[in-house]
């Protein structure tokens, strides 16, 4: 398996790991790079001096994208800033490579028909990178509301919060693609797992209402604070930060029977619907997300599994997001 890593900041790090892990030996791992970070990104995103990343994960690399794609990669993991996406994407599928592309699809519309039709007539296979949809407290909740234990749903909420300072340590904040418009930043796009998490587990939503905006002392030029609501079969509250401390990532889901709450940080989960019961994932490691993703895309590529995260789901998700940066920007109820 040849497998090209296209942007090697933290996450094309962490799957280039991932990869190495997960294929063994039997994987040639190729890179284009642009800003070229000389340093290991650690799992706990800490910047090492000590390591560089070529001589770490055995990469033969390439600073342009099409001498790199005439390597003939099988796949292409797509994880340049969220602006790029698409371009990189495009352009690796018009080459024969199957995708994954990490969270979010894009910045915008344009030009995600056109990729979805090139996948389509190659017959590749295309998942976007939403790992927390693999988060054992998350499957647990989606067992929960399966069989039925809280009773008819009435309201959700997903609350996140962390400080874009503490974010990326290894970086300046303000460089960051998650800080930059140009970029596809943001804390709604950068962040568009919340957004996932409830189409995914509630449905798509009809319309969007949002406040918040840039409301910290962040040297940003893009949203900090989003407080949505996706009015679908089941109202959806979605409070997101890029401007608080302890960092958290929380849902909550209230049925006829009971509530359900779920601390993803933590990995700890409870209900009170009858009968009462906790989970708690002991000793899980963040990292266990991202290797699962990659696995799934393996087992997808080898035909033993379909995309859990589709290039369909993913521009659907990103069209939610997208009515709620146009709600945050007009104070309209926006239809999606």
């Not at 099409?66 to 996406?85: I, M, N, Q, Y």
């Not at 919060?161 to 340590?169: S, V, Y």
């Not at 959806?236 to 929380?250: E, I, L």
């Not at 940080?265 to 290797?291: C, G, K, V, W």
Request: aromatic share 6%; with cysteine; net charge negative.
């Amino acid at each position: 398996m040849r497998v090209l890593i296209a942007g090697l900041g933290a996450i094309g790090q962490r799957h280039a790991r991932n990869l190495r892990a997960t294929w063994g030996d039997g994987l040639e791992l190729l890179a284009y790079r642009r800003r070229g970070l000389p340093f290991v990104v650690t799992d706990t995103l800490e910047r090492d001096d000590s390591r560089t990343v070529e001589s770490e994960l055995g990469l033969t690399v390439f600073h342009d994208l099409d001498e790199a794609l005439a390597a003939r990669p099988d796949a292409v993991f797509v994880c340049t800033p969220s602006s790029l996406h698409l371009e990189v994407a495009q352009r690796a599928a018009a080459a024969g490579c199957h995708l994954f592309i990490e969270k979010p699809l894009s910045d915008s519309l344009s030009g995600v028909q056109q990729l979805r039709d090139t996948v389509h007539s190659n017959g590749l296979i295309a998942l976007i990178g939403c790992q927390w949809r693999f988060h054992p407290c998350v499957r647990w909740l989606a067992d929960l509301m399966h069989t039925g234990q809280l009773g008819r749903l009435v309201r959700a909420e997903i609350d996140y919060g962390e400080h874009l300072q503490d974010w990326h340590p290894y970086e300046d904040y303000r460089t960051s693609y998650a800080a930059r418009a140009d970029l596809g930043g943001g804390v709604a796009l950068t962040q568009i797992h919340d957004y996932d998490l409830a189409w995914w587990l509630f449905g798509a939503p009809r319309t969007v209402i949002a406040s918040g905006g840039h409301l910290s002392t962040l040297e940003i030029d893009v949203e900090d604070t989003v407080d949505a609501v996706l009015e679908g079969v089941v109202p959806v509250r979605v409070r997101q930060c890029f401007a608080t401390r302890p960092p958290h990532r929380s849902l909550t889901v209230v049925g006829e029977h009971g509530t359900a709450t779920v601390d993803l940080i933590a990995a700890r989960a409870r209900t009170d619907a009858h009968p009462a019961s906790t989970f708690l994932a002991e000793h899980y490691q963040r990292n266990q997300m991202f290797l699962d993703v990659v696995r799934h895309f393996r087992d997808c590529l080898e035909g033993r599994e379909r995309p859990a995260i589709s290039l369909e789901a993913g521009a659907a998700v990103l069209r939610v997001v997208l009515a709620v940066k146009t709600a945050l920007r007009t104070g309209a109820r926006v239809e999606v």
